[in-house]
Protein backbone atom coordinates (compact mmCIF):
# COMPACT_ATOMS: atom_id res chain seq x y z
CA UNK A 1 0.00 0.00 0.00
CA UNK A 2 1.82 3.40 -1.45
CA UNK A 3 0.88 6.06 1.69
CA UNK A 4 -0.45 9.45 1.22
CA UNK A 5 2.89 11.66 0.53
CA UNK A 6 1.40 15.20 1.11
CA UNK A 7 -2.49 16.58 1.30
CA UNK A 8 -3.77 20.21 1.53
CA UNK A 9 -6.66 20.93 -0.48
CA UNK A 10 -7.69 24.72 -0.10
CA UNK A 11 -11.96 24.44 -0.36
CA UNK A 12 -13.18 27.24 -1.90
CA UNK A 13 -17.06 27.66 -1.31
CA UNK A 14 -18.88 30.18 -4.52
CA UNK A 15 -22.05 31.10 -4.57
CA UNK A 16 -24.30 29.77 -7.09
CA UNK A 17 -26.00 32.86 -8.97
CA UNK A 18 -27.80 33.64 -11.75
CA UNK A 19 -26.99 37.07 -14.11
CA UNK A 20 -24.48 37.47 -11.34
CA UNK A 21 -27.38 37.81 -8.51
CA UNK A 22 -28.50 35.68 -5.95
CA UNK A 23 -31.46 32.87 -6.54
CA UNK A 24 -33.53 30.91 -4.38
CA UNK A 25 -32.37 27.76 -5.34
CA UNK A 26 -34.01 26.38 -2.62
CA UNK A 27 -37.61 27.27 -3.80
CA UNK A 28 -37.85 28.01 -7.37
CA UNK A 29 -36.39 26.16 -10.43
CA UNK A 30 -35.43 28.96 -12.57
CA UNK A 31 -37.39 29.32 -15.97
CA UNK A 32 -34.48 29.64 -18.65
CA UNK A 33 -33.25 26.32 -19.00
CA UNK A 34 -29.68 27.60 -19.51
CA UNK A 35 -30.03 28.81 -15.96
CA UNK A 36 -31.33 24.89 -14.75
CA UNK A 37 -28.00 23.85 -16.65
CA UNK A 38 -26.03 25.97 -13.74
CA UNK A 39 -26.79 23.33 -11.10
CA UNK A 40 -26.22 19.75 -13.29
CA UNK A 41 -24.29 17.48 -12.57
CA UNK A 42 -22.45 15.91 -9.95
CA UNK A 43 -21.41 18.76 -6.74
CA UNK A 44 -20.64 19.14 -3.49
CA UNK A 45 -22.72 21.38 -2.11
CA UNK A 46 -23.66 23.70 0.95
CA UNK A 47 -26.93 25.06 2.03
CA UNK A 48 -25.57 28.72 3.61
CA UNK A 49 -27.81 30.30 6.19
CA UNK A 50 -27.80 33.93 6.41
CA UNK A 51 -29.40 36.26 9.06
CA UNK A 52 -30.80 39.55 8.28
CA UNK A 53 -27.31 41.30 8.58
CA UNK A 54 -26.25 38.75 6.03
CA UNK A 55 -23.66 37.37 8.72
CA UNK A 56 -23.94 33.51 8.21
CA UNK A 57 -25.22 31.39 11.01
CA UNK A 58 -25.43 27.80 10.05
CA UNK A 59 -24.10 25.64 7.24
CA UNK A 60 -25.17 22.32 5.83
CA UNK A 61 -22.72 20.20 3.72
CA UNK A 62 -24.16 17.34 0.82
CA UNK A 63 -22.91 15.76 -2.03
CA UNK A 64 -24.88 14.45 -5.02
CA UNK A 65 -23.52 12.81 -8.37
CA UNK A 66 -26.96 14.70 -10.20
CA UNK A 67 -27.77 18.12 -8.01
CA UNK A 68 -30.61 18.73 -10.43
CA UNK A 69 -32.19 15.72 -8.97
CA UNK A 70 -31.67 16.14 -5.52
CA UNK A 71 -32.14 20.00 -5.58
CA UNK A 72 -36.36 18.11 -5.66
CA UNK A 73 -35.94 16.65 -2.56
CA UNK A 74 -35.10 19.87 -0.80
CA UNK A 75 -37.87 21.73 -2.29
CA UNK A 76 -40.55 19.10 -1.88
CA UNK A 77 -39.24 16.67 1.30
CA UNK A 78 -41.71 13.60 0.98
CA UNK A 79 -40.64 11.97 4.78
CA UNK A 80 -42.81 12.49 7.49
CA UNK A 81 -39.66 11.88 9.86
CA UNK A 82 -38.45 14.98 11.33
CA UNK A 83 -35.16 13.04 11.82
CA UNK A 84 -34.41 12.78 7.94
CA UNK A 85 -32.27 15.13 6.08
CA UNK A 86 -34.57 16.47 3.43
CA UNK A 87 -37.43 17.80 5.97
CA UNK A 88 -34.99 18.81 8.85
CA UNK A 89 -32.97 20.90 6.42
CA UNK A 90 -36.39 22.18 4.75
CA UNK A 91 -37.68 23.41 8.06
CA UNK A 92 -34.12 25.35 8.32
CA UNK A 93 -35.04 27.14 5.44
CA UNK A 94 -38.34 28.20 6.49
CA UNK A 95 -36.81 29.07 9.41
CA UNK A 96 -34.25 31.21 8.48
CA UNK A 97 -36.37 33.24 6.00
CA UNK A 98 -39.16 34.10 8.57
CA UNK A 99 -36.37 35.82 10.65
CA UNK A 100 -35.76 37.78 7.72
CA UNK A 101 -32.68 35.84 6.75
CA UNK A 102 -31.53 34.19 3.55
CA UNK A 103 -30.58 30.86 1.88
CA UNK A 104 -27.35 30.58 -0.41
CA UNK A 105 -26.41 27.70 -2.78
CA UNK A 106 -22.69 27.12 -3.09
CA UNK A 107 -20.82 24.53 -4.58
CA UNK A 108 -17.46 23.65 -3.92
CA UNK A 109 -14.62 24.30 -6.61
CA UNK A 110 -11.00 23.14 -5.76
CA UNK A 111 -8.09 23.74 -7.73
CA UNK A 112 -5.81 20.78 -9.48
CA UNK A 113 -4.70 18.49 -6.73
CA UNK A 114 -2.88 15.09 -6.87
CA UNK A 115 -3.05 12.23 -4.12
CA UNK A 116 -0.74 9.63 -4.82
CA UNK A 117 -1.16 10.58 -8.80
CA UNK A 118 -4.93 10.80 -8.88
CA UNK A 119 -5.70 14.11 -10.04
CA UNK A 120 -8.73 15.61 -8.53
CA UNK A 121 -10.59 19.21 -9.58
CA UNK A 122 -13.43 20.08 -9.80
CA UNK A 123 -14.67 18.97 -13.37
CA UNK A 124 -17.25 16.73 -13.97
CA UNK A 125 -15.48 13.85 -14.39
CA UNK A 126 -13.33 14.25 -10.99
CA UNK A 127 -16.86 14.42 -9.10
CA UNK A 128 -18.26 11.96 -11.01
CA UNK A 129 -16.47 9.19 -8.87
CA UNK A 130 -18.62 8.40 -6.04
CA UNK A 131 -15.19 8.52 -4.13
CA UNK A 132 -13.79 11.32 -4.51
CA UNK A 133 -16.84 13.02 -3.85
CA UNK A 134 -17.36 11.50 -0.55
CA UNK A 135 -13.82 12.37 0.17
CA UNK A 136 -13.86 15.76 -0.59
CA UNK A 137 -17.38 16.20 1.34
CA UNK A 138 -15.83 14.39 4.36
CA UNK A 139 -12.76 17.09 4.29
CA UNK A 140 -15.51 20.06 4.39
CA UNK A 141 -17.58 18.38 6.92
CA UNK A 142 -14.17 17.81 9.26
CA UNK A 143 -13.20 21.30 8.65
CA UNK A 144 -16.64 22.72 9.33
CA UNK A 145 -16.76 21.33 12.49
CA UNK A 146 -14.33 23.15 13.73
CA UNK A 147 -14.79 26.12 12.55
CA UNK A 148 -18.00 28.77 13.10
CA UNK A 149 -20.61 29.13 11.34
CA UNK A 150 -22.68 26.23 13.38
CA UNK A 151 -22.50 22.84 10.90
CA UNK A 152 -26.04 21.21 10.76
CA UNK A 153 -24.92 18.12 9.09
CA UNK A 154 -25.89 15.27 11.92
CA UNK A 155 -22.53 13.63 12.83
CA UNK A 156 -21.71 10.64 14.88
CA UNK A 157 -19.23 8.42 13.63
CA UNK A 158 -20.63 8.46 9.86
CA UNK A 159 -19.49 7.92 6.20
CA UNK A 160 -17.02 11.50 6.87
CA UNK A 161 -15.21 10.36 9.79
CA UNK A 162 -14.90 6.57 8.50
CA UNK A 163 -13.66 8.54 5.58
CA UNK A 164 -10.84 10.41 7.09
CA UNK A 165 -10.68 7.56 9.64
CA UNK A 166 -9.87 5.55 6.04
CA UNK A 167 -7.69 8.16 4.48
CA UNK A 168 -5.80 8.33 8.23
CA UNK A 169 -4.58 4.88 7.62
CA UNK A 170 -2.94 5.13 5.01
CA UNK A 171 -0.34 7.84 6.13
CA UNK A 172 2.80 7.14 8.16
CA UNK A 173 2.51 7.08 11.70
CA UNK A 174 4.87 10.35 11.16
CA UNK A 175 2.42 11.76 9.01
CA UNK A 176 -0.49 11.78 11.04
CA UNK A 177 0.67 12.97 13.77
CA UNK A 178 1.88 15.87 11.61
CA UNK A 179 -1.53 16.23 10.27
CA UNK A 180 -3.45 15.95 13.82
CA UNK A 181 -0.92 18.32 15.23
CA UNK A 182 -1.82 20.50 12.39
CA UNK A 183 -5.46 20.78 12.88
CA UNK A 184 -5.57 21.06 16.94
CA UNK A 185 -2.37 24.30 16.21
CA UNK A 186 -5.36 25.73 13.67
CA UNK A 187 -8.22 24.70 16.08
CA UNK A 188 -6.43 26.59 19.12
CA UNK A 189 -5.46 29.55 17.19
CA UNK A 190 -9.15 30.16 16.40
CA UNK A 191 -10.16 29.49 19.84
CA UNK A 192 -7.50 32.51 20.72
CA UNK A 193 -9.00 34.50 18.09
CA UNK A 194 -12.22 34.34 19.44
CA UNK A 195 -11.61 34.77 23.07
CA UNK A 196 -9.07 38.07 22.02
CA UNK A 197 -12.12 39.39 20.05
Known amino acids: MNPVQS ?23 PKPSKDRELIEGPHIYRWVF ?9 VYIGQSEKFQ ?8 PTKKN ?3 TDVFVSKRFASCEAQGG ?3 LQFLEIDEIEINGQLIDSSTKSLGNHEVRILLESIAVVTAKSEKPKLLNRLSKNVHEKGLESLLRSLSPKQQKEILGHFRTNKQARETNATQK
Open 7 to 29: FKIPLNWQPVLIGGAAFSWHRDS
Open 50 to 58: KNRDGEIEE
Open 69 to 76: NRISSYRT
Open 82 to 84: SKD
Open 102 to 104: VVE
